[in-house]
């Protein structure tokens, strides 16, 4: 590797801090490794909380400099987290973007792995998954990350963690 000009580290390599929200995740995300069935029911919502952990802290913006996406994904990303309650569209994240439908769904997809409405249920159940586990009523946290209905919130939560949030909810409690 040369260095970049007027700098005296190589091209390509950059240095960010680790935030707390990274090193959690970043955490969670290893102990997995602990237990085969944590790893199958768990494993892709935690590497997708890490990957949301990792774009929003200061590394985002290397990594995605890196990777060719620009920082519309990641302000769209910072808007989905602070509005999980609300309604969200892709019309509504592609016009805040300044893209079409179209380029935003192919350039998040890109980005994350995962289309827009993926990603925003991934986050709303981690986030009420979080609450629950810190002993939160699975209907008032569903409700509290934008769920209205407590059945669709149970089969979503289901089909990410494998169990209903009242059974992760005990084997949360028992580990």
Known sequence: MRPARNSSRPQGLSTARWNQ???DALYRLLQLDENPVDLSILGKSRLHEF????????AGHSFRNA????NEIAR?????????DKTVTIEDLADQAGMSRAVFHRKFKQAT?????????SMRLNKAAM?????????VAAMDVGYLSSSQ???EFKRLYGLSPKQWSQTEKAS
């Not at 990957?51 to 200061?58: I, Q």
């Not at 769209?76 to 999980?84: A, K």
């Not at 609450?131 to 209907?139: L, R």
């Open 76 to 84: 769209s990303i910072e808007f989905l987290s602070s509005n999980l």
């Open 51 to 58: 990957y949301y952990e990792l774009l929003k802290g200061e």
């Open 21 to 23: 929200g990274f090193a």
């Open 113 to 121: 792995n995962m289309s827009p409405i993926q990603f925003l249920k």
């Open 153 to 155: 919130f149970s089969r």
């Open 67 to 70: 990777f060719g996406v620009g």
């Open 131 to 139: 609450k629950i586990a810190e002993g939160q009523n699975v209907s």
